[in-house]
């Protein structure tokens, strides 16, 4: 009985030591946008990290390959320009020592194609898609 007891201690202890360290996630794969072809489209990714979160974020850039950075707090936008056929994606962790707000848009030749809005203390936001 004792070690029941104990064994449902443990495991109460360990769980809440896991909500502490809980990440917010949002995931998503559009495959091919909905938005008329062109030779060359124009992709905005806009993120806004709430105060005290810092971000690692990892974009497809104009050579379509994917660039790193390190170390991304408060207001964060990057504009490129991407052939058709492209497969894009914008990724971010971001952390903070206490719950925070990380706010993401992506915009395609001016029209949004993903808005939206974590809270936690880790958001781990990723968000692909394929150009027409």
């Not at 996630?25 to 091919?32: E, I, L």
């Not at 914008?90 to 990380?102: C, F, M, R, S, Y």
């Amino acid at each position: 009985m004792k070690n029941i007891f104990y064994s449902f201690l443990l495991i109460i202890a360990l769980s809440s030591c896991a909500l502490g360290v809980m990440t917010t996630v949002y995931s998503m794969s559009k495959g091919k946008l909905d938005i008329p072809q062109k030779e060359t489209h124009h992709v905005v990714y806009q993120a806004s990290f709430g105060e005290g979160l810092t971000a690692d974020v990892t974009y497809t850039d104009e050579n379509e390959q994917q660039t790193a950075l390190k170390g991304v707090n408060g207001i964060w936008e990057k504009r490129v320009t991407l052939k058709k056929g492209t497969p894009v994606q914008l990724k971010t962790l971001a952390v903070a020592k206490k719950e925070a707000k990380g706010e993401y848009k992506i915009l395609v030749d001016g029209k949004v194609v993903s808005e939206y809005i974590l809270r936690g203390k880790r958001l781990n936001y990723t968000f692909s898609f394929d150009l027409p």
